[in-house]
């Protein structure tokens, strides 16, 4: 079966650092993997997708994540945080290969804080 | 161009009644899929419809149904309610199919129904 492990909760930085949320995943296949962040009483947003080309990915506003396929890792990342990067962010793990039920994983999710 | 609307955007039921949300997609878009998300379970698929078929479904009892139009505007319905339908209820529109479908799409969220059961 699939899964994704976010590592962190709560992840909380000063304004200007970076931002570095920790993602691990674990599937049979050849997964596909997200970032989504969600703003209070807001839906999901898509900041970046892997889907087996470039092992490092952009995404919007600055974010990216590198797939390490060794470590079964997705981490995103961005160099300078900015106070409107505060919000709920969620890593997923997808598979059509997989059967319905399974084809999509959530992460728990990481609540990042900003600091002025 | 419009984003993904959800009906109603909040709503209170008591248990074993039974409830209706509605999703509209973005202009274009023929597949729609719904999420559960709660504290406790986080965030889970419900199922995808495409052109007014089921494609994939998530691993949720029969009282958890839904439906799509032929103007890709989907349904979805839970009866008999318990305690823990409590949840926000999403829907995501993507013009060939979600994370889910081999044929994937960007998916643009709706805003969400918090449904609350008593």
């Known amino acids: 079966a699939q899964s994704v492990t976010q590592l962190d909760s709560h992840v909380s930085v000063s304004e200007g650092t970076p931002v570095l949320l920790r993602c691990n995943y674990s599937s049979s296949y050849s997964p596909s993997l997200f970032w989504y962040v969600q703003h209070p009483n807001k839906g999901l947003q898509l900041l970046l997708k892997y889907t087996s080309a470039a092992t490092l990915v952009k995404g919007i506003n600055g974010f990216e994540a590198e797939f390490k396929k060794s470590e079964t890792s997705f981490h995103l990342t961005k160099p300078s945080a900015h106070m409107s990067d505060a919000a709920e962010y969620f890593c997923?793990?997808?598979?059509?290969?997989?059967?319905?039920?399974?084809?999509?994983?959530f992460g728990s999710g990481t609540r990042l804080s900003i600091r002025p | 161009k419009a984003g993904v609307t959800q009906t109603p955007r909040y709503l209170i039921k008591t248990r074993g009644q039974q409830v209706t949300l509605s999703c509209s997609p973005i202009s274009g878009h023929r597949s729609v899929s719904w999420y559960q998300q709660t504290p406790g379970q986080g965030l889970q698929f419900l199922f995808e419809y495409f052109s007014e078929t089921q494609r994939n479904k998530g691993n949720f009892p029969g009282r958890f149904s839904g439906r799509q139009f032929s103007n890709s505007r989907s349904e979805m319905n839970v009866s008999t309610l318990e305690l823990g339908d409590s949840a926000l209820y999403l829907c995501?529109?993507?013009?060939?199919?979600?994370?889910?479908?081999?044929?994937?799409?960007?998916?643009?969220f709706g805003p969400g129904t918090r449904l609350t059961v008593l």
């Open positions: 997923v793990v997808s598979d059509p290969s997989y059967s319905s039920a399974s084809k999509i994983i």
């Open positions: 995501a529109s993507s013009l060939t199919g979600g994370p889910v479908s081999s044929s994937y799409n960007e998916q643009f």
